[in-house]
Every structure is written in structure tokens, then in C-alpha cells.
């Protein structure tokens, strides 16, 4: 944890201003996913990331690993509110994020050192993405596979904390789906099951252990 308040105050600044920049490239450079989201949700969008931003350089100080896991925190909130909105999760940013954490990972690694840590976490995103990829295929209907994509980068940050991380993150998920599925029937009147994306739920879990597992 930081000293005080003033690191994790700028750290948040800097999401308030990444946030409405990340928007602009996605919608820029993934037109299919149409022009830039409303007033109201690129506000929302704006103000999640930056008090996730907030917490975790408050989680984890000014150290090595924070840049990885502001990452996570500024595609994780792009990528909920698009599979939240369309139920997509654009393959596009699931490899970015795999691949720009596993490179951000790789040199908070090498300035910590921190190599069996790293291992771990390419362990935990082969097993959580295995593990997906099992359920996406027994019950198809519940898990699609852009879930199951997820499932590997959300894998390679937890699995970097430690294994119960990796094992809470990855049953978390399904808890937090299961509360959005119910509140989102509450909510409408439709007399048919309205579909629930569980891409928002992986990554409020995994933001969540790692937040406040130690």
C-alpha cells in the first residue's frame, strides 16, 4: 500500500483520462461495434475506471506489477460495458489484454524478481481458460466463447497473485452472474428470460480478488 492519498488520487486521474481516449480507439478501430456510446455511459465508463484505478495503486502502491493491473481494470470496464450492451466480448481486446498484461507481467518479473509468479500465472490462465473451455462445451448455452477467451487473461492476473486467487476468481464469476441474472429479471417485466452477458460478472471478480485478497 502507498504512504498516502496522493499516488493513488493522481493514478485515478490518469483513468479519468484513459478512459473516454480507450473509447475513442475502440470505436475507431473496431467500426462494427458502432460510433462512441452515449454521454451518460461514456461518463459512467470514465468515473468506474478511474476509482478502479484509485484502489488498486492504493492494492498495490507504486510498484511493478500496478501497470498490469491498471490495464486490466481500464479494458476490463470496456470490455463490460460492451458485452453488457451488445453481448460481445471483440477478440481484438481479449488478445490485447492477454498479451499486453502477459508483457506487462513479464517485466514486473524481471524488476522484482518475480519468476515463479509468472509461471503461476501462465498456469492459472491455461487452467481457467481450460476450465471454461470444459463448461462452454457441456453447456453452450449458459457460456459463450468469447467467455471462455476471457477466461485466459482473467486466469493470467490471478494466477500471478497466488492459486487461491485463481480458484475464488474463477467460482466468483459464477456467483456474481448468478446476482446480475436475478437483479436484470427484476428489473424488466418481460415475460421471457432476459439474456445476461457473464463477461461484466468474470471481470468484477477477478478485479474483486484481486482487490482484496492478499
Request: proline fraction near 7%; glycine fraction near 14%; aromatic fraction near 8%.
Amino acid at each position: 500500500m502507498t504512504d498516502g492519498p496522493g499516488v493513488p488520487l493522481l493514478i485515478a486521474l490518469l483513468g479519468l483520462l484513459l478512459s473516454p481516449a480507450t473509447e475513442l480507439i475502440i470505436a475507431r478501430s473496431l467500426p462494427r461495434l458502432g460510433d462512441l456510446p452515449a454521454r451518460r455511459v461514456r461518463i459512467t465508463t470514465a468515473a468506474v475506471t478511474a476509482l478502479l484505478f484509485g484502489l488498486l495503486a492504493w492494492r498495490f502502491g507504486f510498484s511493478p506489477e500496478l501497470p498490469a493491473f491498471l490495464l486490466l481494470a481500464l479494458l476490463g470496464v470496456q470490455l463490460s460495458r460492451i458485452d453488457f450492451t451488445l453481448h460481445l466480448l471483440p477478440n481484438a481486446l481479449v488478445l490485447f489484454l492477454l498479451g499486453g498484461g502477459l508483457m506487462l507481467l513479464l517485466a514486473s518479473a524481471a524488476l522484482s524478481p518475480g519468476w515463479p509468479e509468472l509461471l503461476r500465472a501462465l498456469a492459472g490462465g491455461a487452467i481457467l481458460f481450460a476450465g471454461y473451455l470444459i463448461l462452454g462445451l457441456i453447456s453452450p448455452g449458459s457460456l459463450g466463447m468469447g467467455d471462455v477467451k476471457l477466461a485466459a487473461p482473467l486466469g493470467l492476473y490471478l494466477g500471478y497473485l497466488g492459486w487461491g486467487q485463481v480458484l475464488f476468481g474463477g467460482l466468483l464469476g459464477f456467483v456474481v452472474g448468478g446476482v446480475l441474472t436475478v437483479l436484470m429479471l427484476r428489473m424488466r417485466s418481460a415475460e421471457k428470460p432476459v439474456e445476461t452477458a457473464h463477461g461484466p460478472a468474470m471481470v468484477v471478480a477477478a478485479l474483486g480478488v484481486a482487490l482484496l485478497m492478499n
